[in-house]
């Protein structure tokens, strides 16, 4: 299976590759949530794992590990990578999702991607929740959303 993953991976960045430079590439589907920075797109879920679509990562945000587990300001640990993983599953539920990748940025092999689903921008709504943190380096476009998070200690800044 893993090398089904690979060969997708390596159609992808050929169909990037051989588009013009000013084409922006849409990936949609229904998607699955791999952790609370990686979605796959157009797969299925079996064994309460993601198979057959193609993963992204969320351009502008990151989000704890799947397991990494966090200390409130009361110094009580919880489990804030399955948190965001599971933030991230609630808000996809029962929508489709567009991602839009537009600047060819790779990380890790994946496409960073902006993603879009219903009427919300994935990574803005994970920050906003306090969910995952703003990547200040790639862009400012979230700073806003989590100095409220922070301000109202929401999730990771809890």
């Known amino acids: 299976m893993r090398n089904i993953h690979k060969l997708i991976a390596i159609i992808f960045v050929a169909i990037l ?3 013009p430079a000013s ?3 849409v990936i949609s589907g229904p998607g699955c949530i791999v952790d609370g920075n990686t979605l796959q797109i157009g797969g299925k879920v079996k064994n309460q794992k993601c198979w057959g679509g193609i993963d992204v990562r969320l351009h502008g945000s990151i989000a704890p590990s799947l397991g990494e587990v966090c200390t409130d300001m009361r110094k009580k640990e919880w489990n804030c990578g399955q948190k965001a993983k ?10 489709s999702i567009s991602c839009y990748h537009i600047d060819g940025e790779f990380a ?11 009427r919300y921008d994935l990574a803005q709504e994970m920050v906003k929740m ?8 790639q862009t400012n476009r979230y700073a806003l ?13 809890r």
């Open 17 to 19: 590759w051989t588009s």
């Open 86 to 95: 599971d933030a991230l599953a609630q808000m996809i539920k029962h929508h």
């Open 130 to 137: 306090g969910m995952s943190k703003a990547l200040h380096d």
């Open 23 to 25: 084409a922006d590439a």
């Open 108 to 118: 890790n092999t994946l496409p960073v991607v902006t993603c879009i689903s219903g």
């Open 145 to 157: 959303e989590e100095k409220d998070a922070k301000q109202s200690r929401r999730g990771l800044w």
